[in-house]
């Protein structure tokens, strides 16, 4: 005969999954939170209450009901709790931000490339960025998150082919960035020693858009991004990130959609990543970048410009070959594209789907659809969702 845990374990068993659901919005009042856990009311309330009396939720005290059925208490989450610190490094700077639960971010503080690119000064110096911002917060930092532009081996944390920066192959990216934050003074309020995580851009963004954007209550979601240069991609299955064996999976940039096309810092040519990013788009058009300004708004400013509709539409070809070919090999259930094709599909809103349908097997009879992110700077949502992910897991993790 099974032996039935004690209430209070299997209470303290469900604060993970209680608080994920908070976290994602899911579960609004405690009713709805008793349907998802499939538990009695008097267990949602005590999970509730534990989570409540950690300073993560709240739980209103006035029942609120439409009519029908018993008054529920609405679940929110504590305005003033625990926060994340949040970084990424981008092709041009480098950003920080604070971000608490719910996807919560914080203002986004940018800061140039410092002259010298090596990583452990980069990395230094988005230390001591977000260092500032942990000082000056009267909330608690539980941990740090830090995404990066290029691929990164699971699980020590080293990353490969930083094309952007001529980082070596194998730099301990993980390893230095728990050094950098252990060397600053981050105040009294911080954790001690601060937890820390390191991970690819765009896996990052696909995990925000999952979990708070566009991607919500997708099983198969494969997200398509191009930021200031080059292209990257993720895939989440049934809420978790594909990484496949060491962190790699979805390197779709690299995907070839022309043959004869531009070289690509990878040796090949043709692929995804210079075929569709900003610097392909400008080629396209024949026109000259302003050094002065970012590239990536620059581009997305072009792909609305009437007069590079050719180059719009040359680009446009290019990425629905690319997803066309993804969508044949991973049958997602909805694509979502951020970054630049987030504004090539506002351009061309019905021939990138179409072009996308006509192309895959699957598409020509079960089209697959085509969204555009929702999530404002997904990356560093994405790296808040990483810092987050302990506590998550285990909600009195932020106790101890």
Do not use: K
């Not at 002065?292 to 997305?300: F, G, H, K, N």
């Amino acid at each position: 005969m099974p032996v039935r845990r004690p209430a209070p374990d299997r209470g303290r068993t469900l604060l993970g999954p209680a608080l994920r659901l908070i976290h994602t919005g899911r579960t609004p009042t405690r009713s709805a939170l008793t349907a998802a856990l499939e538990v009695t009311r008097a267990t949602a309330g005590a999970v509730a209450g534990e989570l409540a009396a950690l300073g993560l939720v709240t739980v209103d005290e006035h029942p609120v009901g439409s009519g029908r059925g018993r008054p529920s208490h609405r679940l929110g989450l504590a305005p003033d709790g625990p926060v994340v610190l949040a970084a990424q490094v981008h092709f041009d700077g480098l950003s920080v931000a604070l971000a608490g639960l719910g996807g919560a971010l914080g203002e986004a503080v940018y800061h140039p490339l410092p002259s010298d690119t090596d990583p452990e000064r980069m990395i230094g110096a988005i230390a001591a960025a977000g260092a500032e911002l942990v000082r000056g917060e009267r909330r608690r930092c539980l941990g740090a998150a830090l995404a990066l532009p290029n691929p990164v081996r699971e699980p020590d944390g080293t990353a490969l082919a930083a094309l952007h920066f001529g980082w070596p192959g194998g730099t301990p990216v993980a390893e230095l960035f728990a050094a950098a934050m252990a060397a600053q003074d981050l105040g009294a309020r911080a954790r001690s020693p601060l937890p820390t995580a390191v991970a690819n851009d765009a896996n990052l963004a696909a995990l925000a858009e999952h979990r708070h954007g566009a991607g919500q209550e997708a099983r198969h979601l494969l997200l398509v991004t191009s930021g200031h240069r080059g292209v990257g991609g993720a895939l989440v299955v049934d809420g978790q990130l594909h990484t496949g064996s060491a962190g790699l999976a979805l390197e779709v940039g690299h995907l070839t959609v022309d043959p004869l096309g531009r070289p690509c810092p990878c040796g090949n040519r043709g692929c995804l990543n210079v075929e569709t990013d900003p610097e392909a788009l400008f080629a396209a058009a024949g026109r000259a970048v302003d050094p002065a300004r970012p590239l990536l708004d620059q581009a997305r400013e072009l792909a609305h410009d009437p007069s590079a509709a050719g180059a719009v539409h040359a680009v446009v070809e290019r990425l629905a070959l690319g997803l066309a070919g993804l969508a044949n090999i991973l049958n997602p259930d909805r694509i979502v594209l951020s970054g630049l094709h987030q504004d090539l599909l506002a351009a061309a809103p019905s021939r990138l789907p179409e072009l996308v349908a006509r192309h895959s097997l699957w598409g020509r009879c079960d089209q697959v659809p085509v969204v555009a992110a929702s999530v404002s700077h997904a990356g560093l949502v994405g790296a808040a969702e990483l810092a987050w992910e302990p506590y998550l897991r285990d909600p009195q993790a932020v106790v101890r």
